[in-house]
């Protein structure tokens, strides 16, 4: 199975809307028979391509897989189907499958058909590789991860705006990275206006770009803004917006190739409905979204509780001043006791920064 789970992982995310699943054939002697992994929508799933590269001699073995095999029609036939004809005799898989459309169904066939199944073997590391995959399938909604760079006194620019750099060259091709992965990367309209990024992903041979998403409540960003120029095919843009923008702004962002969307608003300074748009973007197929910033658009989220992870980039800068924007705005929490503590914490040193990641911890 932890065969199964390297395989697995080698997809990079590429495989969405669909997860990253291995898979591998032992012959009915226990010997590797076959492998693989599914490597994009569309393309053969791992059961496939490792039944098929055992061929005969996966009958009366053993399947191990890192996700339930599928039961239905989608892109690519039924995995149990293929399972069943190449004659294998036992299925372990790490966990069932959150798709509704599944829940167990896989499994049952096959144990219907006098398959013996197993199920939980490395399942914790198994939920890890593909937790983007099953926040979305059971709640309809992308895994949201926050990411920012901050200097030690926790600020992501000068109080005149700047903020390239503060990290390091090996943090800024880690946070491309992290766009690799992700499905989405947000922003606010206020690092639109001030930074003017690109917010593609840029790494040498990069496989994928995210869609990028803009939210911006009043539509105050200009046409001319690189995010929607020039796009050539390289990432689409959405700009998120409510019905106080104006149809003349509306015309000449769509002129500049974004599509824009208009949601609710809420709060008192009527914003963009944060969980509106999650819900918009999970009926889009997007399982995970990268917020990039600015501070208003961080806090925002987080006094939403929409937060899945962080992934904060240290560097060891001191900038100081009262008016430098903090990472996180908002209006945060009162007490300590409320604060947002991170789990599963990971720490990497890239150069002179730190990397600090984790999952946000839900009983708040």
């Not at 590797?32 to 799933?45: L, M």
């Not at 309209?189 to 990069?206: C, F, Q, S, W």
């Not at 899945?308 to 009162?334: M, N, T, W």
């Amino acid at each position: 199975m932890r065969r199964a789970l390297q395989l697995a992982a080698r997809a990079d995310h590429a495989s969405s809307p669909n997860p990253m699943v291995g898979a591998v054939v032992l012959d009915r002697d226990g010997r590797a028979a076959g492998e693989g992994f599914h490597r994009r929508a569309g393309e053969p799933h791992a059961e496939a391509e490792a039944l098929q590269q055992a061929g005969p001699r996966a009958a009366g073995g053993t399947l191990y897989v890192t996700l339930e095999p599928c039961s239905h029609q989608g892109r690519t036939p039924p995995c149990v189907e293929a399972v069943l004809a190449a004659g294998v005799r036992r299925v372990v898989a790490a966990m069932e499958d959150p798709d509704p459309r599944e829940r167990g169904a896989g499994l049952a066939r096959l144990r219907a058909k006098g398959v013996e199944v197993a199920v939980g073997v490395e399942e914790a590391a198994a939920r890890r590789l593909n937790r983007f995959y099953i926040k979305h399938r059971i709640t309809g909604r992308p895994f949201v991860t926050v990411k920012f760079a901050i200097s030690l006194d926790g600020r992501i620019a000068t109080a005149s705006g700047e903020s390239r750099w503060i990290t390091g060259e090996r943090s800024r091709t880690e946070a491309h990275r992290l766009r690799q992965l992700h499905d989405a990367i947000l922003v606010g309209a206020g690092t639109v206006v001030e930074d003017d990024p690109k917010l593609t992903n840029r790494l040498p041979g990069a496989t994928r770009q995210p869609l990028r998403v803009v939210v911006d409540s009043a539509l105050r960003i200009p046409a001319a803004a690189t995010v929607l120029t020039g796009q050539g095919g390289e990432a689409p843009t959405l700009v998120a917006t409510t019905s106080r923008a104006a149809a003349a702004a509306v015309a000449a962002l769509e002129s500049a190739g974004a599509e824009v969307l208009r949601l609710g608003a809420s709060g008192p300074s009527q914003r963009v409905d944060l969980d509106e748009l999650l819900q918009e973007l999970g009926r889009r197929d997007v399982l995970s979204l990268l917020v990039e910033g600015g501070a208003e658009v961080h806090g925002a989220f987080f006094d939403a509780g929409l937060v899945d992870a962080v992934v904060a980039f240290l560097a060891p800068v001191v900038i100081g001043g009262e008016k430098a924007p903090p990472a996180v705005a908002g209006a945060g929490v009162a007490q300590l006791a409320d604060a947002f503590r991170l789990h599963d914490v990971q720490i990497a040193r890239l150069g002179d920064d730190l990397m600090i990641s984790g999952d946000v911890h839900r009983d708040r």
